[in-house]
C-alpha cells in the first residue's frame, strides 16, 4: 500500500495519493526549508497551493509547491 | 483546436453544479480544475472504503459522474491565465495545455484568510484549511495535540474532525461571541442545526469550546511547542493569556476569494457585506465583462450549498443565452432556485456579520512579528511604511515589499490593508499561477491566430 521516496536521502513512507508535502507532516518532517533573510524553518502552512512557504523540488525540478505535488514511488525530492 | 461552448475553471459544488446544468442542456462544456479529482476545498475525497463520506458527498460524486459522461473534466490544471479572443476565451494552463471557448464560467472558490501574530509563520502552525486538507484529503492527522483558533463556523468540523480521527484538541478558541447565530432569525436553516451537532460532538469528547478567545502568540524553537491564548474583549484586545502546550494550530479568520481571473478580464468587483472584494454580478451570475460569468465564493463567501445554487443559475443562464445577446435579467432560470438563493445569501451575510474580524488583533503583533511571510516584512516594515506616507495596501506594498514575494499577497493582504489602514482592494495579478518563460512564450506564439 505505501511505497518510498526520499527527502535530501532520507527514506520517506508515502500513500498513493498523497502529496509529497503531506507524506513529510506525517513522517513528522514539519520544516524542511529556510527563508532567504531570517533563515526562518518552513514547511506546511496553507496546505492547498496558496502560500508557497512548502517550496520542494523533485528529481532535480524546477521548485514546486510540496502540499500540490503528488508523491510517486522513487520521487527524490530536495529541499533548500 | 476544439472551441468548447463554455469553459469551467474550478471544479468544486459551484464549478460542476454550472458544467453539469450547462451540459444537460445540450452545450459543449469543458471543466478545468487543479485537482487530482473535482472536489474543490469542500469535497476532498480519499480513494479509501471505510472514510466516512463528507455530508452530501454521494450527491456531489453523481454530479460529477453524470458531467464526466457528457462533458470533458480536465483535472491537475493550473489555469494561470484566460485571454479574450474575437470569438471567445482562451484558458492557459501551466505546462502549455490550453482550451478555448465562447464562454467563461469563474468557480475558483477560495482559501483561508489567517491573521498574523508573534510566532504564526513556526512550523506547526497551519491554517484551519490546511489542517482539514491534510485530513481528508491525505488521511494524515494534523498533530498529535491540535489548538484550533480563529472565528467563524469552519472552526467546528476542523476541530470536530481531528478529534474524532484521534487528535487531541485542548481547545477551539472562538475570537467572537461565539452563538450569536443561534438567536438569528434565520436559524430556520440548516447551517445553524449543522453547528449544533459539531458543538455536541466537542462536547462528547471533551473539549473546550471557549468564545471571546483567541491564540495571540505561538512558541518554539524550530517548531511550534506552546501558544498564548488570551481572553479577549469585544474589540479583541487581550485581557488576560496563560500558555497552552501543543504541537499544531490550525487558526483562521474566514476565506479571500480567488479573483485573479475575473480581475484578469476586467470584471467589475464589489465590496461584500464585510468589506471583502467579490466579483459584481447580476441575477444571471454574470459578470459585468459579456461571455464572463461566476458563482460560488468569488461573487461573495457563503458555502457549497449557495455556491451549487449559484452554478446551477449560471449554468441556466449560460445555456438560455446560447447564439442570441440574452434578453432578461435571468432568462430560463426557475424562480425556486432564485428565491433559494435569495435565502442563502441571506445566511452568508448573517455569518459574515456574525463573525466579523475585530481591530483589537493589531495589538496582538510585536514589531519584529512577520506580516508578509514570503518577504519576511515585519509590522516595522509596514509602519515605516506608513511612515513615508503610505496610506493604502498598494502603496505599503511597493515601500516595504510585503505582498510582492512567490505568493503575491494572497496571505498577507488582508492584514497589510488593515495595517496600512485604507481599504480591502481587489487584487491584481497579471498571472495567476507562478509561470515559466515556457508557458510565457506559448501564450506570445497563440496570439497571432486569432
Known amino acids: ?43 506546511l502552512f496553507c496546505g492547498i497551493g496558496i502560500c508557497f512557504d512548502c517550496l520542494i523540488s523533485v528529481n532535480g525540478g524546477p521548485v514546486e509547491r510540496a502540499c500540490l505535488a503528488e508523491a510517486r514511488p522513487g520521487d527524490e525530492v530536495t529541499t533548500s | ?56 458527498f454521494e450527491r456531489f460524486a453523481r454530479q460529477v459522474r453524470a458531467l464526466e459522461d457528457r462533458a470533458d473534466v480536465m483535472t491537475r490544471r493550473q489555469v494561470w491565465a484566460v485571454t479574450r479572443e474575437d470569438d471567445g476565451f482562451t484558458v492557459h494552463c501551466l505546462g502549455g495545455a490550453a482550451v478555448r471557448s465562447r ?50 463556523p469552519f472552526l467546528l468540523p476542523v476541530a470536530a474532525g481531528l478529534a474524532a480521527a484521534g487528535a487531541e484538541v485542548p481547545g477551539v478558541y472562538e475570537a467572537n461571541g461565539g452563538l450569536g447565530l443561534a438567536r438569528h432569525p434565520l436559524l430556520a436553516l440548516d447551517k445553524a442545526g449543522e ?19 483567541a491564540v495571540v502568540a505561538a512558541h518554539g524553537d524550530r517548531e511550534l511547542e506552546a501558544v498564548t491564548v488570551a481572553r479577549l474583549d469585544r474589540d479583541w484586545n487581550v485581557l488576560s493569556a ?25 470584471c467589475a468587483t464589489r465590496p461584500d457585506a464585510d468589506g471583502t472584494p467579490v466579483l459584481s454580478v447580476d441575477a444571471a451570475q454574470r459578470t459585468t465583462v459579456p461571455g464572463v460569468w461566476a458563482a460560488g465564493e468569488p461573487t461573495g463567501v457563503g458555502g457549497r450549498h449557495l455556491a451549487e445554487i ?32 435569495t435565502r442563502m445569501r441571506a445566511f452568508a451575510a448573517a455569518l459574515l456579520a456574525a463573525y466579523p474580524v475585530k481591530d483589537g488583533w493589531r495589538g496582538w503583533l510585536r514589531d519584529d512579528t512577520v506580516v508578509c511571510r514570503c518577504e519576511e516584512v515585519p509590522l516595522a516594515g509596514i509602519r515605516e511604511a506608513r511612515e513615508l506616507g503610505a496610506t493604502d495596501a498598494r502603496s505599503a506594498k511597493l515601500l516595504s515589499r510585503a505582498g510582492m514575494g512567490w505568493c503575491q499577497g494572497r496571505v498577507c493582504a488582508y492584514p497589510v490593508a488593515c495595517l496600512a489602514g485604507g481599504g480591502q482592494a481587489a487584487p491584481r495579478r497579471p498571472i495567476a499561477q507562478p509561470v515559466t518563460l515556457a508557458d510565457l512564450a506559448e501564450l506570445t506564439l497563440e496570439e497571432p491566430h486569432d
Do not use: N
Open chain 1, 1 to 43: 500500500m505505501t511505497f518510498e521516496i526520499t527527502v535530501d536521502g532520507r527514506p520517506v513512507p508515502a500513500r498513493p495519493g498523497q502529496t509529497i508535502g503531506a507524506a513529510l507532516h506525517a513522517a513528522g518532517i514539519r520544516a524542511w526549508r529556510t527563508t532567504r533573510v531570517g533563515g526562518r524553518p518552513r514547511g
Open chain 2, 1 to 56: 483546436m476544439t472551441v468548447y461552448d463554455l469553459a469551467v475553471v474550478g471544479g468544486g459544488p459551484a464549478g460542476v453544479a454550472g458544467a453539469l446544468t450547462a451540459a444537460q442542456r445540450g452545450l459543449r462544456v469543458v471543466l478545468v480544475d487543479s485537482g487530482v479529482r473535482p472536489g474543490g476545498q469542500y469535497f476532498r475525497h480519499r480513494d479509501v472504503p471505510d472514510e466516512p463520506a463528507t455530508k452530501g
Open chain 2, 103 to 152: 464562454r467563461l464560467l469563474i468557480a475558483t472558490g477560495a482559501h483561508d484568510r489567517p491573521l498574523p501574530f508573534p510566532g504564526w509563520d513556526l512550523p506547526g502552525v497551519l491554517t484551519a484549511g490546511g489542517a482539514q486538507a491534510l485530513l481528508k484529503g491525505h488521511g494524515v492527522v494534523a498533530g498529535r495535540r491540535v489548538v484550533v483558533a480563529g472565528t467563524g
Open chain 2, 195 to 213: 453547528a449544533a451537532g459539531y458543538l455536541a460532538a466537542l462536547a462528547r469528547r471533551r473539549v473546550p469550546y471557549r468564545t471571546r478567545h
Open chain 2, 242 to 266: 496563560r500558555r497552552v502546550p501543543c504541537d499544531t494550530l490550525a487558526t483562521g479568520y474566514g476565506f479571500v476569494p480567488q479573483l485573479d481571473l475575473g480581475v484578469q478580464l476586467g
Open chain 2, 310 to 341: 449559484e452554478g446551477r443559475v449560471a449554468g441556466l443562464s449560460i445555456a438560455a443565452a446560447r447564439g442570441t445577446a440574452p434578453a432578461t435579467r435571468a432568462a430560463g432560470v426557475p424562480d425556486v432556485l432564485l428565491r433559494r438563493r
